[in-house]
């Protein structure tokens, strides 16, 4: 089946409400774990031009400084620029865009930011069968990186691709490399993991439901990726320096999300809800003029070492 219905789009819908559900249930049991009392506060909202979503918001917790994990499902009826660009075919379409997109930010600098997201993109007109794709993916920034962590983030990404394919890992995996870095800064934005878009029949010969089914692996193996890196170092004690640096490295964050992320230019060009465009953002970022880490330094370690494109499964036995 290589053309959704209506009933298609609901399932991926109902798969998508679930997901969200989860994810906040798990990130808030790590909250709980490290002596927090904070939670998810639910915040429903309609679109004007059509749609709407769910914001989950936890702010202030001992553990997670802040995390936004976000529900939506608008309608489209004059596509931006960011999305007929890439997609000159979709011109006049009306559409609809559904998933689920998360960043959280932990307060301990040993622990990493972390994004993820899938979604599903369908530009309809009368008379005419329907274009769709998946998109999707997620990735880690870490501050104080350790080798262990990235060797798992990663073996978490090969295993959830390997029943699709043994291009899939790699492919994704570069695409993800490609797609977080920051041109200004001829830097990556952190270790990568997972990109990908304009996934459907066309791209790599998967029909709907089979593209379906890797949105799911990606949606439930953020979690698998994630929580155990939280069990080993959200209790990690840290110090000022430490969690100075960590607000400046979060400032290379910001300025990726607002010049280069095709998300947050979408929903801008689209008149989408600001709230919710902009709560991937930290609490707090600084900035610093020509700051230069010590060689040898952990943080001189950081783009020395960390931040650069590598074989992350090749080093698994040096961890």
């Known amino acids: 089946m290589t053309t959704p219905t209506s009933d298609h789009i609901m399932q991926v819908r109902e798969f998508l409400l679930a997901l969200q559900e989860n994810i906040c249930r798990a990130l808030e049991a790590q909250e709980m774990a490290g002596g927090g009392n904070k939670t998810f506060i639910p915040d429903d909202w309609q679109r004007p031009e059509g749609g709407g979503g769910r914001s989950c918001v936890l702010a202030g917790g001992e553990v997670i400084e802040k995390a936004g994990v976000m529900f939506s499902h608008i309608h489209v009826s004059n596509l931006p620029a960011s999305a007929t ?3 000159p075919n979709i011109a006049g379409r009306q559409a609809q865009a559904l998933g689920v997109s998360l960043v959280v930010h932990p307060k301990n600098p040993h622990v990493p930011t972390s994004h993820a997201n899938v ?4 530009a309809e007109a009368e008379g005419e069968a329907p274009i769709w794709w998946f998109g999707g993916g997620f990735d880690l920034t870490p501050f104080y990186p350790v080798l262990e962590d990235c060797v798992h983030w990663h073996q978490v990404c090969y295993n959830l691709c390997a ?3 043994e291009t899939v890992y790699p492919d994704f995996k570069q695409w993800c490399d490609e797609y977080f870095y920051l041109r200004h800064r001829d830097e990556q934005r952190g270790i990568g993991g997972l990109f990908y878009d304009d996934v459907n029949f066309e ?3 998967w029909d709907f439901m089979r593209c379906f089914e890797f949105m799911k692996a990606v949606g439930h193996g953020y979690l698998d990726a994630v929580i155990p890196i939280f069990e080993r170092r959200q209790n990690l004690p840290y110090t ?10 979060r400032g290379r964050y910001v300025e990726y999300n607002l010049v280069y992320d095709r998300g947050t230019l979408f929903g801008l060009q689209s008149n989408g809800r600001i709230e919710s465009i902009l709560v991937s953002m930290p609490p707090l ?9 010590l060689e040898g330094s952990s943080e001189f370690e950081l783009t020395d070492f960390y931040l650069k494109p590598r074989d992350w499964l090749s080093l698994a036995t040096k961890g």
């Open 85 to 87: 660009a890439r997609h």
């Open 119 to 122: 979604r599903l993109f369908v």
């Open 163 to 165: 029943p699709f394919g």
């Open 203 to 205: 791209s790599r010969g």
């Open 240 to 249: 000022e320096a430490q969690r100075e640096f960590q607000l400046y490295r």
């Open 285 to 293: 970022a600084g900035w610093h003029y020509r700051f230069e880490p």
